[in-house]
């Protein structure tokens, strides 16, 4: 079975440093890795996938993830956090062999993003 | 290119009732996957369809059942409603089936069962 551990519920940064959003997964073979974001009262928006290739990737609003398969990780980064960055942000798994179909996503308990001036 | 869009917005049931929740899909997309999200928790996937057809299911009771339809909308049905299943009802779609396409949210339906 495929899931990913998010392990903090809340990370507080100020405006202008750096972030860091954690996320760690547990899937058999090789793993596509997704970020979303969620704001108040609305859908999940896309930020960032890893397929295969580059370890790091990137995406939008600055946001970028490292893959790392020794550690089963895939962070989230974003180098000068913004205060319209705070929201609730999912890390997920999917797997084409994983049961219940390929495009079945798993997604972490999610991390609550708060930027502060 | 309109997005995912889903009716309605909010929905009040109680226990015992039945309750259709529907979902255009992005202009484009043929895969429809629907995933219910309790307060304070990630989404939960519940079922896939592809091409009319469900090809993907979550651990939920048969008592949740879907649809798509030719033009790719698709309807989630939940039978015999539960206090359980208050939740937010999200769903999304992607061009393909296949799992490496970035699944597009809609904005979700909010049921409350009393």
């Known amino acids: 079975a495929q899931s990913v551990a998010q392990p903090e519920d809340q990370v507080n940064v100020a405006e202008g440093n750096p972030l860091t959003v954690k996320c760690t997964y547990s899937?058999?073979?090789?793993?596509?890795l997704f970020w979303y974001v969620q704001y108040p009262n609305r859908g999940l928006q896309f930020l960032l996938k890893y397929i295969t290739g580059d370890n790091l990737v990137k995406g939008s609003y600055g946001f970028e993830a490292e893959f790392n398969k020794s550690q089963t990780s895939f962070h989230l980064k974003k180098p000068s956090a913004l205060v319209s960055d705070s929201a609730l942000y999912f890390c997920?798994?999917?797997?084409?062999?994983?049961?219940?179909?390929?495009?079945?996503?798993?997604f972490g308990t999610g991390t609550q993003l708060k930027v502060e001036l | 290119e309109t997005g995912v869009t889903q009716s309605p917005t909010h929905l009040i049931k109680t226990r015992g009732q039945q309750v259709t929740l529907r979902c255009s899909s992005q202009?484009?997309?043929?895969?429809v996957s629907w995933y219910q999200q309790a307060l304070g928790q990630g989404p939960q996937f519940i079922f896939q369809?592809?091409?009319?057809?469900?090809?993907g299911r979550g651990n939920f009771p048969p008592r949740f059942s879907g649809l798509q339809f030719p033009n790719y909308s698709s309807e989630l049905n939940v039978n015999a409603l539960e206090l359980d299943d208050s939740a937010l009802y999200l769903c999304a779609s992607s061009p393909v089936s296949g799992g490496y396409n970035e699944q597009f949210f809609g904005p979700g339906t909010r049921l409350t069962v009393l």
């Open positions: 202009s484009g997309h043929n895969t």
């Open positions: 997920a798994v999917s797997h084409p062999g994983a049961p219940g179909g390929g495009n079945k996503l798993t």
């Open positions: 369809y592809y091409r009319e057809e469900e090809n």
């Open positions: 899937v058999s073979g090789n793993p596509y």
